[in-house]
């Protein structure tokens, strides 16, 4: 019987959710990541935008998983989900319960329109 490896570094075991886009807020997650955290990245379902953007591979055809994207996403899990609908909203709303972190770079207001928590900590992160 093969069984999974724990998960290293500083931060292993500690759950991270990823709300963010374009740079520091990718580059801020990935760090965590990097250090062993569990980041589940949240992407809108058409993904993030991000991940059009080149470089590419000379053989990458579908062109969906650019040189950018990755550079500021490894070492991170994703789900895309529809933060317009309710069940959307339930089902990050479940994942929120469950994190350490929440790291998100909306405009103000945002997490509060779509009823998302904001203050489960004395001091969330802003990227």
């Known amino acids: 019987m093969q069984t999974q490896a724990k998960p290293a570094g ?3 075991g500690l759950r ?14 990935q760090i965590l ?4 955290a569990d980041v589940i990245k949240v992407e809108a379902m058409t ?3 991000t991940r059009v953007t080149g470089p590419f591979c000379a053989d990458d055809t579908l062109r969906d998983f650019g040189g ?4 500021v996403n490894r070492n991170k899990r994703s789900i895309a989900v529809d933060l317009k609908s309710e069940a959307g909203r339930a089902i990050l709303r479940g994942l929120i319960d469950k994190a350490d972190i929440v790291v998100e770079n909306f405009r103000a ?3 509060e329109r779509l009823a998302l ?7 969330p992160i802003r990227a």
Do not use: K
């Open 10 to 12: 500083a931060l292993a």
């Open 16 to 29: 991270v959710i990823d709300l963010t886009q374009m740079l520091a807020g990718p580059f801020c997650t």
């Open 33 to 36: 990541a990097d250090h062993g």
């Open 47 to 49: 993904g993030d935008g």
């Open 68 to 71: 950018y994207f990755q550079s």
């Open 109 to 111: 207001g945002v997490m």
């Open 117 to 123: 928590p904001t203050r489960r900590c004395a001091r």
